[in-house]
């Protein structure tokens, strides 16, 4: 049996009317998103600097306290007190660890940038960028 084979095919989707108010609205929002982006996307870089080297010392933290307790599990007398705070200690870092991604944190610029030519894109416009 052949395998039917299909086409896709891509239409030039133009922009419809759109209520008159957005219209007029639609190239000054575009402006002011791309004025405050000027302010955030050099503020995002320079937050990322001390968030990067955070994760790092944290990261670090969270190696040692894992390589403790492992050791002191190996001991032959074991403090069962000890581990037990170390184990809840490594649980707090490692759950403040989970929430930390660098990409995550910083994601607003390249979504904002990824909203704007959407809209540029959807709309046939161009922004104030």
Not at 87 to 116: C, F, H, M, Q
């Amino acid at each position: 049996m052949a395998k039917k084979q299909t086409r896709t095919v891509e239409l030039a989707v133009r922009p419809q009317p759109i209520n008159a108010r957005f219209q007029s609205r639609l190239h000054g929002m575009l402006e002011e998103i791309c004025q405050q982006m000027l302010i955030i996307e050099p503020a995002m870089d320079k937050v990322a600097i001390p968030i990067k080297e955070f994760i790092d010392f944290l990261d670090f933290e969270i190696e040692k306290v894992t390589l403790s307790i492992n050791q002191e599990k190996w001991e032959s007398i074991v403090n069962v007190q000890k581990v037990a705070n170390d184990e809840a200690w490594l649980k707090r870092l490692t759950e403040l660890r989970n929430g930390l991604d660098i990409y995550d944190l910083t994601a607003s610029v390249p979504r904002i940038d990824a909203l704007v030519a959407g809209i540029e894109r959807t709309f046939d416009v161009e922004g104030g960028g």
